[in-house]
């Protein structure tokens, strides 16, 4: 599976984020999430069905970024970005 981010560009985590995945060599399928209904949908089925959004939803939070790594696992924080070093 391919890694997709889900982001905002006018989200200030957004630029730090994408700055360190290139450091990283870290390839990914962006998907704008204000740019469309349709990927605005996309990334609210990511945000109702992974765990890591547990602590996010029905806090007055967004949880983007967010990178998903696969069926069940995504990233939320910088930091955690590391862990996909090869």
Do not use: H, W
Not at 18 to 32: D, H, P, Q, R
Not at 58 to 73: A, D, Q, R, Y
């Amino acid at each position: 599976m391919e890694y997709i981010l889900y982001f905002a560009e006018s989200c200030p985590d957004t630029a730090p984020f994408k700055e360190k995945l290139s450091e990283l060599g870290i390839a990914y399928k962006e998907v704008e999430v204000m740019t469309s209904l349709r990927n605005f949908k996309e990334f609210l089925y990511v945000r109702d069905t992974y765990s890591q959004f547990d602590g996010i939803r029905g806090n007055m939070k967004i949880g983007i970024p967010c990178l998903v790594v696969n069926e069940t696992e995504c990233i939320l924080e910088l930091n955690e970005l590391d862990k996909l070093k090869k």
